[in-house]
């Protein structure tokens, strides 16, 4: 099935810094989907991307998808502790519907 | 809030039990996919129903199955229990059986002693 490798884990950072996680696949993806998890919540969805190159911006958030389509990111500018969360990249597999999930990147700011 | 609920939204067991979640998708939504999401496998995908049919399965263990009804909500059920099927399981739903933005419930966090 479908791997996505989603680096790192977790991450620290002050309010106010920036934060990236990636996510990497060894094959080409068609697509990718963002959702983040709030502490004791449930996955929601933020984001998806199609085409090559293709790069959205939603307020503080920057999602990218590499020119290969192997490759994501989500970058947030100036962290806010309301940006606390777990974020997961998806990508779709080859049945219909079916996402496979990254492991996530924790990440916690700290006021 | 999503729009998808799931009951119970906690399940305390014994090991060898076995227990039923339920999941009720956003109105209109015909497909639910279940995940089980542990601290050392992350969010792994078990199995998705469409308009009552299965139409994918994922890691989902032989001690497991799952439902969809006419009404169109769905039964996750665990049998057999082991101390390691401890972890929150999810339901999410859509609109269509494609690929898309998923919207999920709640959860039902499991705990088996």
């Known amino acids: 099935g479908q791997q996505v490798m989603q680096i790192p884990q977790y991450q620290h950072v002050q309010e106010g810094e920036d934060f990236t996680t990636y996510c990497n696949s060894s094959t080409t993806l068609s697509n990718i989907q963002w959702y983040k998890q709030r502490p004791g919540g449930h996955p929601v969805f933020l984001i998806q991307l199609v085409k090559s190159g293709e790069v959205k911006k939603q307020k503080r958030l920057t999602f990218q998808f590499g020119e290969a389509k192997k490759n994501s990111s989500l970058h947030i500018t100036a962290t806010q502790t309301t940006d606390v969360g777990t974020y997961f990249c998806?990508?779709?597999?080859?049945?219909?519907?079916?996402?496979?999930f990254g492991r996530g990147t924790q990440l916690t700011v700290w006021p | 809030d999503s729009g998808v609920t799931q009951t119970p939204k906690h399940l305390i067991t014994a090991t060898g039990q076995r227990v039923t979640l339920r999941c009720s998708p956003r109105s209109g939504d015909l497909s639910v996919y279940w995940y089980q999401q542990s601290l050392d496998q992350g969010l792994q995908f078990l199995i998705q129903?469409?308009?009552?049919?299965?139409?994918a399965k994922g890691n989902i263990l032989e001690r497991f199955s799952a439902q969809q009804f006419p009404d169109l909500h769905s039964e996750l059920n665990l049998s057999s229990l082991e101390l390691g099927d401890s972890a929150l399981y999810f339901c999410a739903s859509r609109v269509s059986g494609e690929w898309g933005e998923q919207f999920f419930g709640p959860g039902t966090r499991l705990t088996v002693l």
């Open positions: 998806a990508a779709r597999g080859s049945t219909l519907g079916r996402l496979y």
């Open positions: 129903y469409y308009n009552g049919e299965e139409r």
